[in-house]
């Protein structure tokens, strides 16, 4: 299930970040972004990304309107077996469901 997901999200993670990752990059990595983009365009965003701006960005990603129409954690996750998932209920043992451990 999780492999399943990871290669229908990592092309469509891939093509946000080379649209729209460049809004969260400082002049200077936006430049160089440019000079990758003019050497090779595709893939330049993640070849010139560090983790903590890649880190920055993924909340446009994850919004409603960016997945919503191909994908939700509803219609990919059985959520009454789902452990990772975070829409899925809390379990854990000697708590009842939905409860979280003191």
Same mark, same amino acid.
């Given at each position: 299930?999780?492999?399943?997901?990871?290669?229908?999200?990592?092309?469509?993670?891939?093509?946000?970040?080379?649209?729209? +990752?460049?809004? *969260?990059? !400082?002049?200077?990595?936006?430049?160089?972004? @440019?000079?990758? #983009?003019?050497?090779?365009?595709?893939? =330049?965003?993640?070849?010139?990304?560090?983790?903590?701006?890649?880190?920055?960005?993924?909340?446009?990603?994850?919004?409603? +309107?960016?997945? *919503?129409? !191909?994908?939700?954690?509803?219609?990919?996750? @059985?959520?009454? #077996?789902?452990?990772?998932?975070?829409? =899925?209920?809390?379990?854990?043992?000697?708590?009842?469901?939905?409860?979280?451990?003191?």
């Amino acid at each position: 299930m999780a492999l399943r997901r990871l290669r229908f999200l990592d092309p469509l993670l891939r093509s946000y970040l080379e649209t729209e +990752g460049h809004r *969260s990059l !400082t002049t200077g990595l936006f430049a160089e972004l @440019e000079i990758e #983009r003019g050497v090779e365009p595709a893939g =330049a965003f993640a070849r010139i990304v560090s983790g903590d701006v890649l880190f920055y960005t993924l909340p446009g990603f994850i919004e409603p +309107g960016v997945l *919503s129409p !191909t994908y939700s954690r509803t219609e990919s996750c @059985e959520r009454s #077996r789902c452990t990772t998932c975070p829409s =899925a209920p809390i379990r854990t043992r000697g708590t009842s469901e939905g409860t979280r451990p003191s």
